[in-house]
């Protein structure tokens, strides 16, 4: 699929759908304004019959223009002029792709409404249409043997406006977002893979594949034996009971000149199979928990996309591969484990293993001597319980990092909610035999999840997103969402600003 700028000519767009969006104050925006005097009132006389409605996303076809060369006009309602902001345009975006969807549409030119300008700005505008569009088109085919009732695709997508600004902030725009589209493309399918091929092997072998694609990057796998070297026994403990090695993915990208300058670390999240262990899960969704390891996922679309976009900035990126089954090998409640960082644990569920594989890589990355450490988990059900399905819940122990996330995560409408974490939960995880038990009760259980990791990040700034919620999407369609690489992705290109100048 193309993305295209261009200077606005009705008459040279022929073959292409045109794209008209309308807010519903009455006012016909300037194009509207031409083509309805051009056509004798036909577009206005629409509107006041009725038959053209302007609520946000309401959507008109219209064939054959009266004295335009224009064969199909699709027009959109804005709604509220006042409301339309990112992810009211967001919306709109999407009713567009519906329609040309069913209409089997496969190129348009859509006219840069006015209205975008009060709120978003043409190169978010752009951004969003790469965003919205890819993710619209985007279907795993993967696995099936015969393709019916396929939708029609998209090939050219044109934005057209007069405004030369315009132009170059939306070419800008769509370099930036066809770069973090195929981002997100790279993480949902890696996710969507079923757990049999997607093993914590496989995923080293897309982390060295990456390194071969891009010279910026340097891929080490840390098998077993290794991470035994290392003294990694709670990521081994969670993997003990599968037959698939658990692997350690250290991705390195290095974007900046100065190239002691300090990386940010992402770590993954990579469970390419959570069955619970011994304190195994019920059988009902269980097939989804192929989808934890979306948080490696997640780290492996955000490198892809920073290193096509060579960001001036260094970033270490690390995939926690293992698999949590239950066999005559697991490690069982009950069990006590030392880790990487010396504090011994106490396995009270096998179930909460996320933190095990993630305490100790967390202890590893700090030989990169990290400017921030993020880490990216479907790590907790109670993140679901309390922030549904539609924020990420964000655990920090820096302000100033927390900060910049939120301010990320609203700038690319990725919605994150920062959770508290004090003393007082601190205490729903200390044991009696050992330093500290892996699952602390039912109650706040993301920030009891998110109070165990702080016991071995205090050596950098740190923060953890737990996607458990917003990662995916259940039942019928279900699928990985990629989620959260927009945000990480626009943090990241926040950072390398500092670098720029
Ligand atoms: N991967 C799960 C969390 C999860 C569950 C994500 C459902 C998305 C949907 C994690 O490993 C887990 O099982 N967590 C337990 C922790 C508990 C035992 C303290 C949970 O949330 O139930
Ligand atoms: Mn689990
Ligand atoms: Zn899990």
Known sequence: MEFLVKNIDLAAQIDDCIVLGLCN??????????????????????????????????????????????????IVGCGDKK????????????????QLTTKAINQVSLVYPDVIEQHTGAYQFARIITEVVDSHYYAFNHFKTQLKNQPPILTKFTVVTDKQSLQQELE????????????????????????????????????????????????????????????????????????NESKLTIMEYKGQSNSSAKPIVLVGKGLTFDSGGISIKPAASMDEMKYDMCGAATVFGVMQTIARLKLPINVVGLMAGCENMPSASSYRPGDIIKTMSGQTIEVINTDAEG???????????????????????????????????????????????????????????????????????????DSTIADMVNAG???????????????????????????AGTAWTS???????????????QFLLEHSKKFND
Not at 83 to 98: G, P, T, V
Not at 441 to 467: M, N, P, V
Not at 475 to 489: C, D, I, Q, S, Y
Request: with cysteine; proline share 3%.
């Open 25 to 74: 104050d009455n006012q016909l925006s300037t194009v509207a304004e031409q083509i309805n005097t051009i056509s004798q009132g036909y577009i206005q006389d629409l509107i006041n019959k009725g038959d053209i409605t302007l609520q946000l996303g309401d959507v008109t076809l219209l064939y054959q223009i009266p004295n335009t060369p224009i064969r199909k006009l699709l």
């Open 83 to 98: 409301a339309f902001n990112l992810n009211a345009a967001k919306k709109w975006l999407e009713a567009i792709c519906q």
């Open 172 to 243: 800008q725009g769509f370099i930036e977002g066809v770069a973090l589209a195929e981002g997100i493309v790279a993480t949902k399918n890696l996710a969507n893979l079923p757990p049999n091929i997607c093993n914590a092997d496989y995923l080293a072998e897309q982390g060295k594949a990456l390194a071969d694609r891009f010279s910026s990057i340097t891929t080490t796998v840390l098998g077993e034996k290794q991470l035994a070297d290392l003294g990694m026994n709670a990521y081994l403990a969670v993997g003990q009971g599968s037959n």
């Open 355 to 429: 933190r095990l594989v993630l305490c100790d890589t967390l202890t590893y990355i700090a030989r990169f001597d990290p400017e921030y450490v993020i880490d990216i988990a479907t790590l907790t059900g109670a993140c679901i319980v309390a922030l549904g399905h539609h924020y990420n819940g964000l655990i920090a122990n820096n302000d100033q990092l927390a900060e910049l996330l939120l301010s990320a995560a609203q700038q690319s409408g990725d919605k994150t909610w920062r959770l508290p974490m004090d003393e007082a939960f601190q205490k729903q995880i």
């Open 441 to 467: 009760g039912r109650e706040g259980g993301t920030i009891t999840a998110g109070c165990f990791l702080s016991r071995f990040t205090q050596a950098y700034k740190w923060a953890h997103l737990d996607i």
């Open 475 to 489: 039942g019928a369609n279900k699928g990985a969402t990629g989620r959260p690489v927009t945000m990480l992705v």
